[in-house]
């Protein structure tokens, strides 16, 4: 949405009313002079968040509509965002992730050992995603492969210290990976008249969740165990 009001500002007028399309790959724009028009497709990087960097840009969009900018001192600002590393180490939020689902395993109704097995098993998982984030690997190997490593050490550790529930300890420790940003990113479009980008975000997180349910099903069928009676 912010994305249609700032982009006519920058172009002077230029653009008309609706110009632009923001799809999950890429941004489609066309500017307007006369009777003569021209449209650009920018092409965007692969999924992902950055919450840091999604703060600063929604603070310059907001800089921008209420005092302007020019074309060029946005892009280098931009450029600057982009190149800015990450604001929390791995050695903070591989921890801080392990709590978080060891935690949701307590709202489900877990143990301490459940929750020792969800905490454990995403702390590994997310070592294992910032990895494979920096090797670019395809977000739906990477979600069935972080899936599967936080399933199978909440799984095996609950089978070692005989949990009474380990599939709470299952449902916890893969918290990490759930779509939460595409599932509400596609709400929004839906509710803004934008299907094409609510359909691509819906269906990017359908693909993402079944992906998970693969990395979970590969646990069960390798440890045996039953998670529906």
Do not use: Y
């Amino acid at each position: 949405m912010r994305i249609r009001h700032i982009l006519p500002q920058l172009a002077m007028g230029n653009l008309p009313e609706d110009p632009q399309h923001a799809a999950l790959t890429g941004i489609v724009a066309t500017a307007v002079s006369g009777h003569e028009q021209r449209t650009r497709v920018g092409r965007a990087g692969p999924p992902g968040v950055d919450m840091a960097k999604i703060a600063a840009i929604n603070h310059l969009s907001r800089h921008i509509s209420l005092m302007g900018g020019t074309l060029p001192a946005v892009a280098r600002q931009l450029a600057t965002i982009q190149a800015a590393p990450r604001q929390q180490p791995a050695w903070m939020t591989i921890p801080a992730v392990g709590l978080a689902c060891a935690a949701f395993s307590q709202i489900l109704g877990g143990g301490g050992i459940e929750f020792l097995g969800a905490g454990l098993g995403a702390a590994l998982a997310q070592a294992v995603r910032l990895r494979l984030l920096r090797l670019r690997v395809n977000a739906f190997a990477l979600t069935v492969v972080c899936s599967f490593v936080a399933s199978l050490v909440a799984a095996l550790l609950c089978l070692a210290l005989d949990a009474p529930e380990p599939e709470r300890a299952l449902a916890a420790s893969v918290l990490l990976m759930i779509p939460g940003v595409p599932l509400v990113t596609s709400v929004i479009d839906f509710s803004s008249n934008d299907l094409v980008s609510g359909v691509t975000r819906g269906m990017l997180a359908f693909l993402l969740a079944l992906s998970i349910g693969i990395g979970i099903v590969m646990t069960l069928w390798l440890t045996g165990l039953r998670i529906i009676p």
